[in-house]
């Protein structure tokens, strides 16, 4: 018996010392994985073409970074943010990411910037069952019907046609009913889709289209379109372009004197505040498509917190100094990531996708629940007219009545000044 | 049925274009016609003067052209810089042709991230009273805007073709360009003349920058939507012809303008670069080339 206690007790001793080790061990490692940040990843513009909005895209969600680690992070875990330049290069897109996922080891991916940055992305993401949150993409998911992309963009449910439906139905409802339409886009992934949808709703709408032609993007000078169009004397003008192209338009359409009684609709970067600010009084009387505008019908839960910080870090950053467009539904995009991680209380890919897809999330751009194809279940694409605008001082722009929100109707601050000549007096 | 309004509107449109087309490719007919210095940093020089003008227009309110004309002796200075650096490192060695095209590149690259850190990456453009007013002279619209810097163009071209052919400098710049030994033995110092003419090429970039953001804005990204265009301008023309690079660029400015007014921009592009390849299968040498 004393052999057996004496040759037992250092047994029990060691399987307690082991025991105690391996359970401090395991305690040491819950320790380490409550520390251990939540890895979010992403490719950016922060050269090249689309860097304009790519960079305070990146600074919007950085933002969202330091407040959700401010208020303890994400299941008690902070953020931590991986992001590296995509040069606006859809080449690089597939080499980004498979060296987030699989060097970097991060829990969850969100989108660069635009249509053409986000379509090579949609393959990985289908592979490799990701929850992927887009950043700004026309129709990315209509061939592909991924249910676990979701697009903070608010094109809705059917993107290429909502995309324009406020600025053809704004036209529809004038009296008299103009009658002819010109069609005009840039050779790219983006005005392509919004061309397509237009098109759709010159039908719907009865309409007549005159002019239905496109241009390559590093067209120089824009008058001899303009010019044309003029030619053909249409009642109303849509223009799909990219910022460059946008400027170029209205300067043509400024100088050839082309007038139709409404002019506008998918022109990208008439929204940044340097482009704004340089073409001034000739944005006069333009309706054109915005995502948000500093009118009362706007100011959400948030945004006026957002955009304290956002302008200021802007200041530093070289960015928009306003960042009206963009940087709210990048914040919103990472906000509703973050907000499924806590309500489903995983890092499940799958999980965080279903609660997506079935909640609706309060962010700094209103409400926002998504539909089956990942677009927002109800468009909230705005219309907006410039009205009012005098000389090129940016401080005009921070207050309402200059961005006056036409559509939808729930969010309305204004009338149209019907036709676009009378808003330039 | 076509409206020869149109039409002339069309070409005189097309016409301000290829001025302002000259203006951006005179540096790289000197520096790659003349110089046989492969200048792919040309484009991003360009942008170069042209934030020069941003920057002058955005405080001081001075004029974006008349920023340019200031600016040209500091960008003739970096031109010389670039050359002397490039022929010490180069071509002195003989080895400019693959590793010096590399060595323009990384300049290319430099320029565009100091921009891009130094000014962000947002679209800059300028105000100029000229800026979107226009006038009409018998039916043809003229934007203020193509004008002045297509007049520009062709003063600068004016000009960099008195200098080639009526100067002591100008004539060595030609001599360079067909005999170094025999330049050398005229009393000339070849380094010497080509640093001289890749200062004025460089100069001529920067401002033909600041007439590139009075047409339109810039980021510094602009630089790569101008490589092709420039060096098909040069080819078209005929290397080192001053006369042959205006000729070529009012001739794509002419087609990309009818095509654009007449049959849908989408086909100016194309259109610009089957004269290209048409014009080099009839005349390897270009238009003018010798």
């Known amino acids: 018996m004393m052999r057996l206690r004496t040759s037992t007790l250092p047994g029990w001793a060691l399987v307690g010392a082991v025991a105690g080790t391996l359970v401090l061990a395991g305690a040491g490692v819950l320790v380490a994985r409550a520390a251990d940040p939540i890895r979010i990843g992403l490719g950016m513009a922060l050269t090249g073409g689309l860097s304009a909005n790519g960079k305070p895209a990146l600074m919007a969600i950085r933002i969202w970074k330091d407040d959700v680690n401010k208020k303890g992070g994400l299941l008690g875990r902070p953020v931590e943010l991986i992001s590296y330049d995509d040069q606006t290069n859809p080449a690089t897109v597939p080499g980004i990411y498979t060296k987030l996922l699989d060097v970097d080891k991060v829990d969850f991916v969100v989108s660069g910037y635009g249509t053409n940055l986000i379509a090579p992305l949609m393959p990985i993401a289908m592979e490799r069952k990701l929850t992927i949150m887009g950043i700004l993409g026309l129709a990315n998911n209509e061939k592909y019907k991924y249910p676990n992309y979701f697009q903070i963009q608010p094109s809705g449910p059917d993107p290429e046609a909502n995309w324009a439906t406020g600025f053809f139905e704004i036209a529809a409802r004038q009296n008299p009913k103009p009658q002819t339409i010109a069609l005009i886009g840039a050779d790219a992934e983006y005005p392509r889709h919004a061309i397509a949808g237009a098109r759709e709703l010159v039908k719907k709408f009865g309409f007549t289209a005159v002019y239905d032609k496109s241009y390559p993007p590093s067209t120089v000078d824009y008058t001899p379109i303009a010019r044309a169009i003029k030619a053909v004397n249409p009642d109303i003008v849509f223009v799909a372009s990219y910022p460059p192209d946008s400027v170029g338009m209205v300067r043509a359409a400024a100088e050839v004197g082309l007038q139709p009684k409404i002019f506008g609709g998918g022109m990208v970067g008439l929204q940044f505040t340097t482009v704004m600010t340089s073409l001034g009084p000739m944005l006069n009387g333009i309706v054109n498509y915005d995502f948000w505008a500093p009118e009362a019908t706007m100011m959400f839960p948030g945004i006026k917190e957002f955009f304290a910080e956002y302008q200021k870090r802007a200041k530093e950053g070289g960015v928009d100094p306003l960042g009206y467009y963009l940087p709210p539904y990048a914040y919103s995009a990472v906000q509703i990531l973050g907000l499924a991680i806590e309500g489903s209380k995983s890092l499940d890919q799958q999980k965080v996708a279903d609660y997506i897809r079935s909640n609706e999330f309060s962010t700094i751009v209103g409400k926002v629940r998504f539909g089956a194809n990942g677009e927002w279940a109800k468009s909230r694409v705005l219309q907006v007219q410039y009205q009012g605008i005098k000389g090129t001082d940016v401080e005009q722009f921070r207050v309402p009545g200059k961005k006056v929100v036409l559509y939808p109707e729930e969010f309305k601050s204004g009338n149209v000044i019907y036709p676009y000549s009378a808003a330039q007096k | ?290």
Not at chain 2, 111 to 124: C, F, H, K, N, P
Not at chain 2, 262 to 276: H, K, Y
């Open chain 2, 1 to 290: 049925m076509i409206s020869w309004d149109l039409v002339a509107n069309a070409v005189v449109a097309g016409i301000l274009l290829g001025g302002f087309y000259a203006a951006v490719s005179l540096g790289v007919s000197l520096t790659f016609g003349l110089l046989d210095v492969v200048n792919i940093a040309h484009p991003a020089f360009v942008i170069l003067g042209a934030y020069a003008a941003y920057m002058m227009n955005s405080t001081l309110g001075l004029d974006p052209i008349l920023t340019g004309v200031l600016f040209t002796p500091l960008f003739y200075a970096i031109g010389a810089g670039v050359y002397r650096i490039y022929y010490a490192s180069f071509e002195r060695r003989g080895e400019e042709s693959l590793r010096g095209l590399v060595f323009f590149f990384g300049v290319l690259f430099i320029i565009e991230v100091a921009l891009s850190l130094t000014y962000g990456v947002d679209y800059r453009l300028v105000e100029a009273v000229y800026i979107g007013k226009s006038i009409e002279l018998g039916g043809i619209g003229i934007a203020f805007r193509l004008l002045v810097p297509c007049v520009v163009g062709l003063l600068m071209t004016l000009a960099l073709y008195l200098f080639l052919s009526r100067t002591f400098y100008g004539r060595a710049v030609m001599g360079v360009s067909q005999d170094q030994v025999a330049l050398r033995l005229m009393g000339a110092d070849p380094v010497r003349i080509k640093t001289i003419a890749f200062g004025i090429g460089i100069a001529a970039a920067s401002l033909s920058g600041a007439l590139l953001i009075t047409i339109a804005p810039v980021v510094p990204s602009t630089d790569r939507d101008y490589i092709g265009r420039v060096f098909a301008i040069a080819v078209l023309g005929g290397l080192g012809s001053i006369g042959g690079t205006l000729v070529a660029s009012i001739i794509l400015g002419v087609a990309e303008s009818l095509m654009a007014t007449l049959f849908g921009p989408s086909w100016s592009l194309a259109v610009s670069f089957g004269i290209l390849l048409l014009a080099l299968a009839v005349r390897p040498a270009g238009l003018f080339g010798r």
